[in-house]
């Protein structure tokens, strides 16, 4: 069983990427999964190509650092030759109507004709990373389930009409992870691109820097240490982190804290001594690029060899070369 995310080098690594995706790749993922930065998926809206490279070795470095294991690990535009072939094949077995009719593509473009190209296409890219590495289960939200239906699809027509060369992938539900809400803003996710970054903790932030950021979260003025959602965006959003930080549950937690204060200071404890090890280990990874490299060399070695008989086929069958 081959399990594929990745993650999208549009900002530094937050704390939501890693309590609620990166902790669990390490955790649960084994060799055969795919963990991939996404470089290519980053290029769909206006970006700087010397800021992409350096997101991208520095999310390869958090990886590691975090404890994923490298042999599942690789970075997408290393395979970019493979995977841009195969997506002019896909792109031949998808309809434009389908690529149109995506929300996300929809909702970003909103019937402007500046966008991307690519804004349009890169499901077809994402159903390329999917099928190129065999996977069988794709864990993602709600935005990202109606991409996987189109790798599906597009499965299903390339194996019914040219012959079966791949496998079938499936949308699954991520297990319950931490969601992490913005600091400043808890009615948002936290996220790498957020407008404003008082409410993101970054992985690499140093400690002080952190503790300023929790302790200019955004509570309330009830007054009470309650997990509470709806009523308590804040509050929760803090109790949760912690409960993901220290492995306990929010409501248990909510019991031990007189104060507001006393929550964040619990809070600002226990994330600095979360991110404490994947931090240092990935500064001393950034600062050793000849190591970074042949892991990262090592890894687009393995996904290459492993998709490199599915793409001779899919060329082959639908008559190239
Ligand atoms: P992205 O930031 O979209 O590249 O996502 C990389 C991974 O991090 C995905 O598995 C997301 O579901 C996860 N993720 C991103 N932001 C958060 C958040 N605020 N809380 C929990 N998980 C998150």
Known sequence: ????????????????????????????????????????????????????????????????????????????????????????????????????????????????????????????????????????????????????????????????????????????????????????????????TAPDSAGTVFVLDPPDLVRRKVKRAVTDDLGVVRHDPAGQPGVSNLLEVLAACTRKEPADLADSLPDYAALKDAVADAVVEELRGVRERTRALLDDPAELDRVRAHGAERARERAGHRLDAALRMSGLG
């Open 1 to 192: 069983m081959i399990r594929l995310s990745a993650i999208t080098p549009s900002g530094p690594v937050q704390l939501g990427n890693y309590l609620g995706a990166i902790r669990q790749w390490a955790a649960e993922g084994t060799a055969e999964d795919v963990y991939f930065i996404s470089d290519l998926h980053a290029m769909t809206t206006s970006h700087n190509p010397a800021r992409l490279r350096s997101l991208t070795r520095e999310q390869l470095a958090v990886l590691i650092a975090a404890g994923v294991d490298p042999r599942s690990v690789c970075v997408q535009s290393d395979l970019v030759r493979e995977l841009g072939a195969l997506t002019w094949v896909l792109e031949c077995t998808c309809t434009y109507g389908e690529a149109a009719r995506m929300i996300q593509f929809k909702e970003k473009s909103a019937g402007r004709d500046s966008v991307r190209l690519s804004l349009l296409t890169y499901p077809v890219l994402m159903a390329a990373d999917i099928l190129l590495q065999g996977a069988n289960e794709v864990p993602v939200g709600d935005d990202q389930a109606q991409h996987v239906e189109l790798a599906r699809v597009l499965a299903r027509r390339f194996n019914g009409t040219y012959g079966e060369v791949f496998a079938m992938p499936r949308s699954v539900v991520p297990q319950t992870a931490a969601r992490v809400r913005d600091l400043a803003d808890p009615t948002r996710k936290m996220a790498k």
